[in-house]
Nanobody, 124 residues
Framework: QVQLVESGGGLVQAGDSLKLSCAAS????????VGWFRQAPGKEREFVAA????????YYADSVKGRFTISRDNAKNTVYLQMNSLKPEDTAVYYC?????????????????WGQGTQVTVSS
């Protein structure tokens, strides 16, 4: 059984940094695209960033470009989301997801595997 487990969320102040982790158990991320999404209360789940595991290409939402960095550690089968210069509007539950490469990367429906989510709260 494949599981994605996120960690690293928390409560921080505006301008602080957090690093989220997404570890896969039961299989590797080979040939997958791994993405981070977030969902704030009352809002739809939105794309944050993604990385193609095999090639390492990265993609970002405009709202986080220049502040967030997605990366991977092949040996640990783990994807990271480094979040710097956090803003109150970044407050949400952050989800890690894995899906096939040849799909629309910003659509949640393109990802078949999801983690349980980790809360990120940024106070002003």
């Amino acid at each position: 059984q494949v599981q994605l487990v996120e960690s690293g969320g928390g409560l921080v102040q505006a301008g602080d940094s957090l690093k989220l982790s997404c570890a896969a158990s039961g299989r590797t991320f080979n040939n997958y695209r791994v993405g981070w999404f977030r969902q704030a209360p009352g809002k739809e789940r939105e794309f944050v960033a993604a990385i193609s595991w095999s090639v390492g290409n990265t993609y970002y939402a405009d709202s986080v470009k220049g502040r967030f960095t997605i990366s991977r550690d092949n040996a640990k089968n783990t994807v990271y989301l480094q979040m710097n210069s956090l803003k109150p509007e970044d407050t949400a539950v952050y989800y890690c997801a894995a899906g096939a490469v040849m799909t629309v990367l910003t659509r949640p429906g393109s990802y078949a595997l999801w983690g349980q989510g980790t809360q990120v709260t940024v106070s002003s």
